[in-house]
């Protein structure tokens, strides 16, 4: 384990740079940053979805706090690999997770005939939340991975794969409480 924060402000990024896992420091706005606070704020999100399944009229909420549970740790990891120029942390064991857990979720539910809005109980509106920032921290990522070449194949596939799970989970999640899905209207302004 690597030294513990004992204080918090260091005013060592007051001039526009942090410091990276490797030592390195690099501007505030450098690319791996903003691909770290995207992965930062998909934490976060995963956590508000956490504590909304908690409170929810969910039956069994223990698998789905296992999963977010295992989902932030892996982010976490993710967040370590971004941070440590060419450290590897993220498994391909977590994509096959997810995928096994995309199988499971998808094999009670409906096929799509049409496209859904991102609505519905708060727990399957956050977690189409999550799923958006997702796609905003894999597109970041993506950007890191296409300057730098050194992001591990497993840590892109890990974001690819979550998006694709909160997507089905949003889905499953609204089901779970007794909600339909909202779907788009594909010609709205008809009915103005």
């Known amino acids: 384990m690597g030294h513990r924060l004992s204080k918090i402000y260091t005013r060592t990024g007051d001039s526009g740079t942090t410091g990276l896992g490797d030592g390195s420091r690099v501007a505030k706005d450098d690319l791996r940053i903003a691909a770290l606070g995207d992965v930062d704020e998909l934490n976060s999100c995963i956590g508000v979805l956490r504590a909304q399944i908690a409170i929810s009229s969910i039956e069994d909420k223990a698998p789905w706090d296992k999963s977010l549970s295992l989902i932030q740790h892996w982010l976490f990891d993710l967040g370590g690999e971004v941070c440590i120029p060419n450290y590897n942390m993220v498994l391909p064991l977590a994509i096959e997770f997810l995928e096994k857990e ?40 993506m950007s890191v991975h296409t300057r730098d070449q050194n ?16 997507f089905v989970a949003s889905r499953t999640l609204q089901r779970a409480e007794g909600g339909s899905e909202v779907l788009w209207q594909k010609n709205i302004n008809d009915t103005i």
């Open 102 to 141: 995309i199988d499971q979720m998808n094999e009670a539910l409906p096929m799509l005939k049409d496209f859904i809005l991102p609505a519905g109980t708060l727990a399957c509106s956050y977690a189409h939340q999550a799923r958006s920032v997702c796609r905003r921290a894999e597109r970041s990522l």
């Open 151 to 166: 992001i591990q194949a497993p840590s892109l596939q890990l974001l690819n794969r979550l998006s694709d799970w909160l």
